[in-house]
């Protein structure tokens, strides 16, 4: 989950970082399940950054893509309620606009 920097909504299904939504982890994984795609996302990023040919590349990214998948954080989404993914919207420009106006509202 995403430190204090990246504020997340209230339902916590995303963070914002660089004025995007970003889908979060799915909290119902088992910590063991949860930590062992971490620690794959983890290589295939390093992956990415050491590949050396256009193969490697697409190879880690795919890498990438399944241990994202594997948290929730990319594909279905994990919520049940019908709602649907707002990944990569403006947070202003979303279901969350309110919420995302009172946060610098002056107390």
């Known amino acids: 989950m995403p430190g204090p920097a990246y504020p997340v909504t209230p339902d916590g ?13 799915d909290p119902r994984l088992p910590e063991d399940i949860r930590q062992a795609a971490v620690d794959d996302l983890m290589a295939a990023r390093r992956a990415v950054r050491q590949a050396r040919s256009e193969v490697e590349t697409r190879a880690a990214r795919g890498a ?15 919520w049940e309620d019908g709602a649907p993914d707002e990944t ?7 279901s969350y606009a309110r919420w995302w106006a009172a946060r610098d509202a002056p107390a």
């Open 13 to 25: 299904r995303y963070f914002v970082a660089k004025d995007r939504l970003w889908r979060c982890s």
């Open 88 to 94: 990569r919207k403006a947070p202003w420009n979303s």
């Open 64 to 78: 990438v893509d399944a241990a994202k998948r594997r948290l929730g954080e990319r594909g279905p989404v994990w």
